[in-house]
């Protein structure tokens, strides 16, 4: 089992930033590869980054690449989020994810474990 648990969500305006943590405890964090998912209501969730287990291999969607940044301490059992240059659209509720497949996991049904979310509301 992991545990996740989001931090760093709030209320920013429009061209601000937030930076998103992911806090693992449980099994060996290092050995998953990690995931940012959004949603807002009436939406399905929607990948935003992901990583692999070593932090070598990323993957953004098109709608936030040059502005996101994914990584990892693996050490500290963390991931983050560095969210830049934030828009209106980017406002929903921000989960992490972990998965045991190999690679930077793009698609929703790989993840195995799913921390509570935590929102982020930009302002225009």
């Known amino acids: 089992q992991v545990q996740l648990v989001e931090s760093g969500g709030g209320l920013v305006q429009a061209g601000g930033s937030l930076r998103l943590s992911c806090a693992a405890s449980g099994r060996t964090f290092g050995s998953y590869a990690m995931g940012w998912f959004r949603q807002v209501p009436g939406k399905e969730r929607e990948i935003v980054a992901s990583i692999n287990w070593s932090g070598a291999g990323t993957y953004y969607a098109d709608s936030v690449k040059g502005r996101f940044t994914i990584s990892r301490d693996n050490a500290k059992n963390t991931g983050y989020l560095q969210m830049n240059n934030l828009k209106p659209e980017d406002t929903a509720i921000y989960y992490c994810?972990?998965?045991?497949?190999?690679?930077?996991?793009?698609?929703?049904?790989?993840?195995?474990?799913w921390g509570q979310g935590t929102q982020v509301t930009v302002s225009s």
């Open positions: 994810a972990a998965s045991s497949s190999v690679g930077s996991v793009r698609y929703r049904s790989l993840y195995d474990y």
